[in-house]
């Protein structure tokens, strides 16, 4: 069984700094792709960047992010460990979300699913 676990979260001030962990552990084959994902509240879950783990060109080869954490976020891997971590600067309040990862392994038969973590509270306020 493949587990996906988030750590990292907490209270930061605006203007701060957090860095997120997620790591993948289980019987699998590869991970084509780890992706950070966040949801506030009253709010849907929404792409926050995805980077490609599996090699190839899948997701373009390079990490995606979306508008409105370009170039304030940063995702980076250690395939080694089979964790990516999410380097967040300049957090602003709208950041304040939980923040969720998921994995798209490649199961041992070859079948392909996503796996999801339980997520990790970044809270942004002074």
């Known amino acids: 069984q493949v587990q996906v676990v988030e750590s990292g979260g907490g209270l930061v001030q605006p203007g701060g700094s957090l860095t997120l962990l997620c790591a993948v552990s289980?019987?699998?084959?590869?991970?084509?792709?780890m992706g950070w994902y966040r949801q506030a509240p009253g709010k849907q879950r929404e792409l926050v960047g995805v980077?490609?783990?599996?090699?190839?060109?899948?997701?373009?080869?390079?990490?995606y992010y979306a508008a409105s954490v370009q170039g304030r976020f940063t995702i980076s891997r250690d395939s080694a460990k089979n964790t990516v971590y999410l380097q967040m600067n300049e957090l602003k309040p709208e950041d304040t979300a939980v923040y969720y990862c998921?994995?798209?392994?490649?199961?041992?038969?070859?079948?392909?699913?996503?796996?999801w973590g339980q997520g990790t509270q970044v809270t942004v306020s002074s």
């Open positions: 998921n994995a798209e392994v490649v199961a041992v038969s070859g079948n392909k699913y996503g796996v």
């Open positions: 289980g019987t699998l084959s590869n991970i084509k792709a």
């Open positions: 980077i490609n783990t599996g090699g190839g060109t899948y997701y373009g080869g390079s990490p």
